[in-house]
């Protein structure tokens, strides 16, 4: 489904990732970690089209996100770091927008599912970042895409709103393929089935979740340490 | 592109200062036009035609300025291009809204003409042309702000760019040039400038040659908008 080889991305004289390659299969779940300035933003950019890359080839689902960028985009969903929304609309009108681009219909279903029918007709400006953020990912969700990519989806969040989007995610991402970022381990340890560990732009671990309580968080230490003292 | 249109045009209607500049608009340039009437005592739409492009100088780029620069700077355009919907589909979108949101600017000054029929014979069809030529020069100014506001996120550098370029180019027709610029420099300018292209759509005339500038003027500055938008890394 994702097959990413020597990929590099480099912003003027900074290399921001270097020679990384990794693959993805239908079901996955991958938790994207690395420190700050890693490169996980970089590659998520780079796996939806929205950057170049500079070196190496990405296939998302047999097509080249770079040149591909319309196939690409009709089978993920995609919420950013940040979760950019239009504050002046409201959940109703964001959600038929992304809809109306998608070529289908905002779904009851799952916007009750996500806990959005009492706030569906108000301002998103108006909304808390717990519910700003589950409005992202009812926008990415929206069209049942079979790949999401998800930018730090519970960062900023308190957390019995971190509990609830991560319950979200484990809930709504059946039979999909899901690439996360986080900063929080533990959250990788709940959701992921695969980890990537990313430092100063390069690939230091792929490979499945260790099994046990707090092994995500020796792993990441134990690959960042390695990398910086090799 | 509907959903986008209808995004664009909620988010310029909905918006204060949107509404506010346009109906501003509509209040400057009805006044000048009855200045010109009851002040000077002319019972002609020339003088208010002759200074409606250096109002819609200064009233297209502020309106239109926010357009791309607005998504760039909110991160939003991130979002919209990891949907199903080209460059192409964006710019254009953002284009006839933009284009939609001038024709109603300029029909708020309709009142002055119309109520000028009351009073003397208007000539229909040079009054009907100036306002087509009057619309092509704001669509110009349209894909001109557009461009810059795909090129930047600053609104302020967008608006002050775009103004300054037809600021700039309107130059080119007027007569203070003639006297810095060698004649040969001055023949290649003039055909550039809007204002050479819209004394004949004043006169009642439709000429292809004017029309074929605006028209290519604004597909040319669109297609630079949609390279700026593709040359995002």
């Given at each position: 489904m994702i097959e990413v080889s020597g990929l590099s991305k480099s912003f003027g004289t900074k290399a921001a990732l270097s020679g990384v390659s990794f693959k993805a299969k239908k079901g996955d779940i991958v938790a994207f970690l690395g420190v700050n300035?890693?490169?996980?933003?970089?590659?998520?950019?780079?796996?939806?089209?929205?950057?170049?890359?500079?070196?190496?080839?990405?296939?998302?689902?047999g097509y080249n996100p770079a040149k591909d960028r319309l196939p690409v985009a009709r089978s993920l969903g995609y919420m950013p770091e940040n979760n950019p929304l239009y504050p002046d609309m409201t959940v109703a009108e964001y959600l038929?927008?992304?809809?109306?681009?998608?070529?289908?219909?905002?779904?009851s279903t799952l916007i009750g599912e996500i806990g959005l029918d009492s706030y569906y007709h108000s301002p998103i400006s108006f909304l808390s970042r717990g519910y700003r953020q589950r409005v992202g990912l009812a926008a990415a969700l929206t069209g049942n895409p079979s790949l999401l990519i998800l930018d730090e989806p519970t960062t900023g969040l308190d957390p019995v709103e971190q509990d609830v989007i991560r319950s979200l995610i484990k809930r709504l991402a059946k039979n999909k393929t899901v690439f996360f970022?986080?900063?929080i381990l533990s959250e990788a340890e709940e959701l992921a089935t695969r980890i990537i560990i990313l430092s100063q732009g390069k690939l230091v671990y792929d490979g499945p979740k260790p099994k046990g309580r707090g092994s995500v968080s020796a792993l990441f230490k134990k690959s960042i340490k390695q990398h910086l003292n090799p | 592109m509907k959903p986008l249109i209808k995004k664009e045009l909620g988010a310029i209607f909905n918006s204060p200062a949107g509404v506010g500049v346009i109906v501003l608009f509509g209040v400057v340039a009805s006044f000048l036009a009855v200045k010109d009437i009851f002040v000077v005592g002319s019972g002609s739409l020339r003088p208010f035609f002759a200074l409606l492009p250096w109002v819609l100088m200064v009233v297209v780029p502020a309106l239109s300025m926010r357009a791309l620069s607005e998504e760039r700077q909110s991160h939003t355009l991130?979002?919209?291009?990891?949907?199903?919907?080209?460059?192409e589909a964006i710019v254009i979108a953002k284009f006839l809204s933009l284009a939609a949101t001038s024709a109603?600017?300029?029909?708020?000054?309709?009142?002055?003409?119309?109520?000028?029929?009351?009073?003397?014979?208007?000539?229909?069809?040079?009054?009907?042309?100036?306002?087509a030529g009057m619309y092509l020069f704001s669509l110009t100014a349209v894909s001109v702000t557009?461009?810059?506001s795909a090129c930047f996120a600053n609104q302020i550098l967008v608006f002050l760019s775009a103004a300054f370029l037809l600021f700039f180019t309107m130059g080119f027709s007027l007569d203070l040039l003639s006297s810095f610029l060698p004649r040969s420099v001055q023949d290649i300018l003039y055909p550039l400038s809007p204002l050479a292209h819209l004394p004949l759509f004043q006169k009642g005339v439709l000429d292809a040659g004017d029309c074929i500038y605006f028209a290519a003027t604004i597909v040319l500055f669109l297609w630079y908008a949609v390279l700026s938008l593709k040359r995002r890394t």
């Open positions: 300035g890693a490169g996980k933003t970089t590659t998520m950019r780079l796996l939806v089209g929205y950057l170049s890359p500079t070196a190496g080839h990405i296939l998302v689902n038929g927008f992304i809809a109306g681009i998608k070529k289908t219909t905002p779904d970022s986080t900063h | 991130e979002v919209l291009l990891s949907l199903p919907v080209s460059e109603i600017a300029l029909v708020l000054t309709s009142a002055v003409p119309v109520g000028l029929a009351f009073l003397i014979k208007l000539p229909l069809a040079e009054t009907l042309l100036s306002y557009l461009f810059f």
